[in-house]
């Protein structure tokens, strides 16, 4: 399998692995600033940093888990959490409506050419065969994990066609343990 297979994929999978480390550095570097702006602004402040964390995490150029510490760090454990939940689920549909619409069918054709790449999909995603609530429980997991890469894993269940309910589901359940943690994190930094 050769990366043009994939389409636009292909490119996109680079981009998210890759342009959100170098966010992150760029966000830690000015966390102080951005956080004080943030704080001295309230509402509008939080606002802001919604809309920020949607937008950037939507369009691969920050990680959760950087976002996240901002939130808490500029608005405390409680509303830092919140508002980078919400945020993180917004921004997984940008990722989604983006990679969806870049996908088309190249990543389901390559999957449908592999046996063994067909019956993952198959096992992960079911069809007919497996309820909505499997696919939920999947997407879950896949999103646990504070490793887990949230652009790659936006584009690649997208590309793999995971119903939109179920991701939305499945990326809140698993993204709020791990974003409030972050945030708690970030809210205790002096």
Known sequence: VT??????????????????VAGSIALFARMGVIAGWLREHAGAGVAAYMAGFILCTGFALLPTYASSALGGYAFGAVTGSLAAI????????????I??????DHVLKVIASRPQWAAIHQALLGGESRSWIRTVIT????????NSPFAVMNLMMAST??????????????????????????????
């Open 3 to 20: 990366l043009a297979q994939f389409g636009p994929v292909g490119p996109l999978a680079l981009i998210a692995s890759f342009l959100p």
């Open 86 to 97: 919400v945020s993180c689920v917004l921004g997984a549909s940008i990722g989604y409506v």
């Open 99 to 104: 990679a969806r619409r870049a996908s088309r």
């Open 139 to 146: 997407v879950t997991l896949l999103r646990l994990p504070f």
């Open 161 to 190: 066609r995971v119903p939109w309910s179920a991701y939305l589901l499945g990326t809140l359940l698993g993204m709020a343990p791990r974003t409030a943690i972050v945030a708690y994190i970030g809210a205790t930094v002096h």
